[in-house]
């Protein structure tokens, strides 16, 4: 294997390891009010993920990190051409990010309920924005000879690209509600199983459209390949698996769900990075968009020391909050791991004095 398709490689698992482990933290940002009815609820469900979610956030940064320093020319042309789109997803990651601060600070229903809708909104975005960028790259947007992107807002939101969108969206909201399932007892588990009841079945209908219609927009014939395959059987098994009340067979079959939808994609698009609408002659490649052997060399080496350290310590954190979180009864002033429970002013002024 050359250092071009290694690179490819790690890029192709860093996007996998993302939504499979932040698209649950960003599902439970999106169903926290269903699952949580009260504020003592939800102020549990997102505790379930307060330890969790900015660790792997930072997968989504190393994969744009990864992107600029082994592929500059696809970097470029592919932020150039989505630049809008990311500027929401980003907005949309700085609400997210805010919402859990502010909103455990805020001492008003209002207030609670504004970083609420926040946390939603956000969660929401991230998947949708970045699954359209992820589609347009294999579904194909103008590029002329020069690597430069020559379309206009409409380009970027073609069909496919907007199903990408659609389906990892649904994803991450399944994927988390099976997460709940999972880290929560008591009434949030029962919430929890309901909404994913609900959720996985249309899910898997819409993985397995997907799943079709990319081998058709990759030009590889109507049937599925082996991982696209694995993809549709582990969203009919998530369906199954959380009727019949298996929550760690369920959330891990959403998982590998995930994982198999994202790295489907990249492999039909290799060994392209990014499709042109124009002309198969304009195609971006891995080859032609790489950095020279001597900087994928360093970041080789860079690599093999780094990522052990980062998984260990993923892994740790994981361990060390992996209990079930139940919610407290409404009236009770209990602290939820990771996030800080609201106190009236008068209370924080108290605690100061002591």
């Known amino acids: 294997m050359t250092l071009v398709a290694f690179w490819f490689l790690v890029l192709t698992v860093l996007w ?14 999106m169903v ?27 997968w989504l940064v190393v994969a744009a990190a990864g992107t600029f320093a082994a592929f500059p020319g696809w970097y470029a042309t592919m932020f150039s051409a989505f630049y809008p789109v990311l500027l929401v997803v980003l907005v949309g990651l700085i609400l997210r990010g805010v919402s859990f601060e502010f909103r455990s600070h805020s001492e008003t229903d209002r207030g ?25 790259l294999l579904g194909g947007v103008p590029i002329d000879a020069q690597q430069e992107f020559t379309g206009d807002l409409g380009d970027l939101f073609a069909p ?17 509600a099976a997460f ?29 459209g997907w799943c079709f219609w990319t081998r058709g927009v990759s030009g590889g014939g109507p049937l599925l390949s082996l991982i696209e395959l694995v993809a549709a059987l582990a969203a009919i098994a998530a369906a199954v698996l959380v009727r019949s009340g298996s929550d760690g067979a369920a959330f891990g079959a959403t998982a590998v769900t995930v994982a198999a939808v994202v790295v489907s994609l990249f492999t039909e698009l290799y060994p392209r990075v990014m499709v042109s609408s124009s002309g198969a002659a304009n195609d971006l490649t891995a080859q032609s968009t790489a950095s020279a052997s001597y900087a994928l060399t360093v970041m080789t080496v860079v690599l093999v020391v780094v990522l052990p350290i980062v998984l260990l310590y993923q892994g ?4 060390v909050f992996r209990g ?22 008068a209370a924080r002024t108290a605690e100061g004095t002591r």
Do not use: K, Q
């Open 160 to 176: 496919y690209a907007l199903a990408t969108g659609v389906v990892l969206g649904l994803l991450c909201v399944t994927h988390g």
């Open 112 to 136: 609670r309920r504004l970083w609420s809708g926040a946390l939603i909104a956000g969660s929401a975005v991230i998947p949708l924005g970045l699954g359209i960028v992820l589609g347009g």
């Open 316 to 319: 740790w954190t994981y361990h």
């Open 32 to 58: 926290h009010g269903v699952v949580g009815h009260d504020e003592a609820g939800r102020r549990a469900v997102i505790g379930t993920i307060g330890p969790l979610w900015d660790g792997n956030e930072v």
């Open 16 to 29: 996998a390891g993302f939504f499979m482990l932040d698209g649950f933290d960003l599902g439970v940002g």
């Open 324 to 345: 079930r979180l139940r919610g407290p009864r409404v009236g009770e002033d209990e602290a939820v791991p990771g996030i800080p429970s609201p106190r009236s002013g």
């Open 180 to 208: 709940l399932r999972v880290r929560t007892a008591g009434v949030l588990h029962t919430r929890a199983g309901t909404a994913a009841r609900v959720l996985a079945p249309a899910t898997a209908l819409a993985v397995i």
